[in-house]
């Protein structure tokens, strides 16, 4: 396993990080968990992302019972705040009220005195930017939160983040979690640009595509039972890569991996993390089994005709 830092900041993370949603709390219970993260951590991943509204608390409490024992500097735990976690009008969103609650939620569910990465889920229009900022600036300076970042926030957003740091003189974010892979390009426009140049790191979900790009879904096929695509719930996130064109064309990369030595899903994950500013890629795992495969993707570096290929199939629209 190789490590970057994140952005300019002095935290270095994982390249292959091990994420939480729809599996950790939810469709993977508490052995099975404990197998994956002992799995992850025999690997070299360092990095567990998870959300305080992830099955509603419980990944957060299931991470935590799969962490016993592991000394705490190990370890770079990543949680996020934003959606409703009940019907109190208070309980959700980027307030300074709910951003104190939701990370002292937090740390009793992981266990933990601190959090490395805090992150704002969604950007919040209805709080001003300074009482996010100010309220993250308190927190890191009481050591519960050591560093903050966004996710999903449009370059727009992260730059008004940065000017409101400035204006307070307060703790600039240093990360942000993206969609990226290679059916997902947007942020390649304006958000890894900006965060370039403003030394800010990017720790991206979904490099898989939700699984399409491992090529287990094949054109004019029906979908595996038991995987994401053949569950309604899941699947509603995942249909627009679906589309027989998508699959038709995912499927064009298989004699590309194959002659590269490489499984679809490595050549995926290398594909991300060829950006000098994505300093890690979040995967999720439902056994120890996937990880072993999608951890090897960790120092592989594309020849550019290969880099040429994909662009081809899937460019930057």
């Given at each position: 396993?190789?490590y970057?830092?994140?952005?300019r900041?002095?935290?270095?993370?994982?390249e292959?990080?091990?994420?939480?949603?729809?599996?950790?709390g939810?469709?993977?219970d508490?052995?099975?968990?404990?197998?994956?993260v002992?799995?992850a951590?025999?690997?070299g991943?360092?990095?567990?992302d998870?959300?305080d509204?992830?099955?509603?608390?419980?990944a957060?409490?299931?991470?935590?019972?799969?962490?016993?024992?592991?000394?705490?500097?190990?370890?770079?735990?990543?949680?996020?705040?934003?959606f409703?976690?009940?019907?109190?009008?208070n309980?959700?969103?980027?307030?300074?009220?709910?951003?104190?609650?939701?990370?002292?939620?937090?740390?009793?569910r992981l266990?933990?005195?601190y959090?490395?990465?805090?992150?704002?889920?969604?950007?919040d229009?209805s709080?001003p930017?300074?009482?996010?900022?100010?309220?993250y600036?308190?927190?890191?300076?009481q050591g519960?939160?050591?560093?903050?970042?966004?996710?999903?926030?449009?370059?727009?957003?992260?730059?008004?983040?940065?000017?409101?740091?400035?204006?307070?003189?307060?703790?600039?974010?240093i990360?942000?979690?993206?969609?990226?892979?290679i059916?997902?390009?947007?942020?390649e426009r304006e958000?890894?640009?900006?965060c370039?140049?403003?030394?800010?790191?990017q720790?991206?979900?979904?490099?898989?595509?939700?699984?399409?790009?491992?090529?287990?879904?094949?054109?004019?096929?029906?979908?595996?039972p038991?995987?994401?695509?053949?569950?309604?719930?899941?699947?509603?996130?995942?249909?627009?890569?679906?589309?027989?064109?998508v699959?038709?064309?995912?499927?064009?990369?298989r004699?590309?991996?194959?002659?590269?030595?490489?499984?679809?899903?490595?050549?995926?994950?290398?594909?991300?993390?060829?950006?000098?500013g994505?300093?890690?890629?979040?995967?999720?795992?439902?056994?120890?089994?996937?990880?072993?495969?999608?951890?090897?993707?960790?120092g592989?570096?594309?020849?550019?005709?290969?880099?040429?290929?994909?662009?081809?199939?899937?460019p930057l629209?």
């Open positions: 396993m190789e970057r830092p994140v952005g900041s002095g935290l270095r993370v994982s292959i990080s091990l994420g939480s949603w729809l599996t950790f939810a469709s993977v508490i052995p099975a968990t404990t197998a994956i002992r799995a951590l025999d690997a991943i360092q990095c567990f998870t959300a509204v992830y099955a509603n608390g419980a957060e409490t299931a991470l935590r019972s799969a962490l016993e024992g592991v000394p705490r500097h190990r370890l770079v735990l990543a949680t996020k705040a934003f409703p976690m009940s019907e109190d009008p309980d959700r969103g980027l307030s300074r009220k709910h951003l104190f609650e939701s990370v002292h939620a937090s740390l009793r266990g933990t005195d959090l490395d990465l805090h992150q704002c889920h969604r950007a229009p709080v930017i300074e009482e996010t900022v100010r309220a600036e308190d927190l890191i300076r519960k939160v050591l560093y903050w970042g966004v996710s999903e926030w449009d370059a727009r957003q992260i730059a008004d983040a940065l000017h409101g740091a400035d204006r307070c003189g307060a703790y600039r974010p990360s942000s979690q993206p969609q990226y892979s059916l997902r390009r947007g942020i958000v890894l640009p900006l370039a140049g403003e030394g800010i790191g720790i991206v979900w979904s490099p898989l595509a939700q699984g399409v790009l491992t090529g287990k879904y094949r054109p004019g096929e029906r979908r595996p038991g995987t994401r695509a053949a569950d309604p719930f899941q699947a509603r996130f995942m249909e627009a890569f679906l589309a027989e064109d699959l038709g064309r995912v499927e064009q990369l004699p590309l991996a194959a002659g590269l030595g490489l499984t679809m899903a490595q050549l995926a994950l290398a594909w991300c993390l060829r950006q000098d994505v300093a890690s890629v979040l995967v999720g795992a439902t056994s120890p089994e996937q990880l072993a495969e999608t951890t090897r993707a960790s592989v570096q594309l020849p550019p005709e290969a880099v040429a290929a994909i662009d081809s199939l899937f629209r």
